[in-house]
């Protein structure tokens, strides 16, 4: 979707290696969701973003959301295999809006 | 809990054959989503259900779509007549409404691939 500007399109690291995946919207965000997805599988729900400012980490996988909620990034701390398949963020622009908008998602390979 | 479930994982069909897909929610979840995700994209919404009343339907859903949850907990998405033009990954998730506003937490299934020859 045009709405939500991913970046970079794909990525290849080498293992140990931190990276940075951002989520860019030309409109306020209301939530930023952040999913990831093997290669023909389903979305694996990693972190959902609020406010502005916020921060979450789940394991080596850290996400925020500026102040003007206009964009997301996910850092990866050494990067491991584990870690490869594609990102995507989902938005929402207004309060009780039940579809997201996705991103065209990032395509990330690590490198053993 | 078992996750959001679909079926068949895979579909082959020739153009033109009526294809029925199926999803199983989280149990207790209320809302229920289906997505179309083509190769190289993100995934795009196609309809969506509160309990058993289909809520909204997006403009992607033409008349060949058709969409159930007749009891509120599983769905179907049925394709007739289908065209190459559907092949793709077909996406189920679901939600617990917990406020009366905000939004939900979607969690997805693993997709049923479409393959129209």
């Known amino acids: 979707s045009q709405e939500l500007e991913q970046s970079p399109q794909s990525l290849i690291v080498q293992e140990g290696k931190n990276l940075t995946i951002n989520c860019t919207s030309s409109?306020?965000?209301?939530?930023l969701y952040w999913y990831k997805q093997k290669y023909g599988e389903g979305l694996i729900f990693l972190m959902m973003?609020?406010?502005?400012?916020e921060e979450k980490s789940h394991e080596k996988i850290t996400a925020k959301l500026d102040e003007k909620k206009q964009q997301s990034s996910l850092h990866i701390t050494a990067s491991q295999p584990s870690h490869a398949g594609i990102y995507l963020c989902g938005a929402v622009f207004t309060s009780g809006t039940y579809k997201y908008i996705f991103g065209t998602g990032t395509r990330l390979k690590v490198l053993a | 809990d078992t996750g959001v479930s679909q079926n068949p994982r895979h579909k082959i069909t020739k153009r033109g054959q009526n294809v029925t897909f199926r999803c199983d929610p989280i149990s207790e979840h209320n809302r229920l989503y289906w997505y179309r995700q083509t190769l190289g994209q993100g995934p795009e919404f196609l309809t969506y259900?509160?309990?058993?009343?289909?809520?909204?339907k997006s403009r992607l859903l033409s008349d060949r779509f058709s969409a159930e949850r007749p009891k509120g907990s599983f769905s179907t998405l049925e394709i007739q007549r289908t065209e190459q033009g559907d092949s793709a990954m077909y996406l189920c998730?679901?939600?617990?409404?917990?406020?009366?506003?905000?939004?939900?937490?979607?969690?997805f299934g693993p997709g049923t691939r479409l393959t129209v020859l």
């Open positions: 973003l609020q406010k502005g400012g």
């Open positions: 998730a679901s939600s617990s409404q917990k406020r009366t506003s905000g939004t939900d937490t979607q969690y």
């Open positions: 409109k306020t965000l209301y939530g």
């Open positions: 259900f509160q309990n058993e009343a289909q809520l909204e």
